[in-house]
């Protein structure tokens, strides 16, 4: 099958006569190479962008003449980009244009002209208001925008919309909190993406978008009255995406198909790496907690929520990933599955968390030692587990955390120039020996390179 246009006309004919589904639709697609757009790449970020600077275009005009127009010209200006938005999407429904060239521009356009829209009718009119009420009025009335258009980019607007918002209200606790609220509305979106074209693109970076927002997000809604508790939290936060990347998300695919598996896995490891320190486990717990007027019993009621709930969740999904026949991205011998290893890591912080938080001052440098202890064995994990299952990937990132442990370690220490030098020689040799000898091995037994 080499003409995808015709392709994607027959699909369209077909889901709309109902001899397919949407998500028989979605797998067609995507085995065909006919991505869900129904037009490539290249036509959707071109249109996209031409889009992108219409709309910026029309704002400067209307900025440029905006004192010289009177104040029904100036209403009949703010509404006109967005009433011929909505009657392209209508005009696109009856004419059955649902091929993402034309809806991913058309969202874009259509989320500025919302912006634009409330922008110039509150200077109209003078009504009162901050930027706050504008941030978040703008980003709740993309959501029409979002489902009826289905853009990647107006999706990501929205998760970023609301990160500014709650950025903006950080001095209010309650009102930052509602970020999670908010952005459960935009979930129905990101299922429908993965339902239509399992380990497609476009969900990939919707997810991507979420999760990267949500992430940030999570450290601007926390309350931080208990020290450290962070640690716990985020520790259970990228544990989750990882095992839920485990349990959902192509096995064989690029990071901007897996988002929830890289960004769990790496979020995980600098998390960890960053607790191999002294400074993290300084001052935390209990004794040194931070009461506000806004807090209950003297801590965040929120912040201890997340600190339990984060934990149970990671155990709760390891315990799908042990039920399933096979092991997961693991180890496929009788030891115990790999996806373990990384699944205990808040179960790990949490102990390590409530046993050091009570101890004296001075005895910081322990759990740092019995994290970088933790971090190195499950780089050797990964190591064994690249090689057992003859994949590079996981061979190089194992190496890369060994590797990162000693060299941090040595960028932190009293030793001289030299020394330091000859660490970071041998560990190069090491590195490249180790992916030598493992990528010949994988060769021989015919393994994925």
């Not at 208990?226 to 695919?253: D, Q, R």
Request: glycine share 10%.
């Amino acid at each position: 099958m080499t003409n995808k246009k015709w392709l994607q006309q027959e699909m369209e004919a077909w889901q709309r006569e109902g001899i397919i589904d949407a998500a028989t639709r979605g797998r067609l697609e995507e085995r065909y190479g006919a991505d869900a757009s129904a037009a490539s790449w290249r036509q959707i970020t071109l249109c996209s962008l031409g889009a992108l600077l219409i709309g910026l275009g029309v704002i400067a005009l209307l900025a440029a003449n905006w004192d010289a127009l009177s104040r029904e010209v100036r209403t009949v200006f703010a509404l006109l980009p967005l009433t011929l938005c909505v009657g392209a999407y209508a005009l696109g429904l009856r004419k059955g244009w649902r091929s993402q060239g034309f809806l991913e521009p058309l969202g874009i356009f259509w989320g500025l002209s919302v912006g634009t829209g409330i922008a110039l009718i509150a200077q109209t009119y003078h009504i009162s208001g901050d930027a706050e009420t504008f941030a978040l009025s703008w980003t709740l009335l993309l959501l029409p925008t979002l489902y009826a258009t289905r853009s990647v980019s107006v999706g990501v607007g929205y998760f970023a919309g609301l990160l500014a918002w709650a950025t903006m209200v950080y001095d209010n606790s309650s009102d930052r909190m509602a970020y999670w609220l908010f952005a459960c509305l935009a979930i129905p979106f990101i299922m429908r993406l993965r339902k239509d074209a399992p380990g497609g693109v476009r969900a990939g970076l919707a997810v991507w978008g979420a999760a990267l927002c949500s992430t940030v997000a999570l450290g601007v809604t926390l309350e931080k009255t208990l020290p450290g508790l962070w640690m716990v939290i985020y520790s259970g936060m990228f544990t989750s995406l990882l095992l839920g990347g485990m349990l959902c998300e192509p096995k064989h695919a690029s990071i901007w198909q897996t988002p929830m598996r890289t960004l769990g896995g790496c979020g995980l490891t600098v998390l960890l790496y960053l607790l191999t320190f002294a400074w993290p486990w300084e001052e935390i717990g209990w004794e040194h907690r931070r009461v506000y007027n806004h807090s209950y019993f003297g801590v965040s009621l929120f912040d201890s929520a997340l600190a339990l709930l984060a934990p149970v969740l990671s155990v709760f999904l390891m315990v799908i990933a042990h039920r399933r026949k096979s092991d997961l991205y693991g180890l496929k011998t009788n030891s115990i599955p790999f996806h373990t290893f990384w699944g205990i890591a808040p179960l790990f912080v949490a102990i390590a968390y409530c046993i050091f938080s009570s101890v004296e001052s001075g005895k910081e440098l322990l759990p740092a030692y019995l994290t970088t202890l933790y971090l190195g064995c499950l780089g050797l994990v990964a190591i064994g587990k690249g090689i057992v299952n003859r994949e590079v990937l996981f061979v190089n990132g194992g190496v890369l955390i060994v590797l990162g442990l000693i060299l941090g370690k040595f960028f932190t220490s009293d030793l001289g120039f030299t020394a330091k030098g000859i660490a970071f020689i041998i560990s190069g040799i090491l590195f490249f020996v180790i992916n030598t000898l493992a990528s010949r091995q994988m060769k021989q037994a015919g393994g994925a390179q």
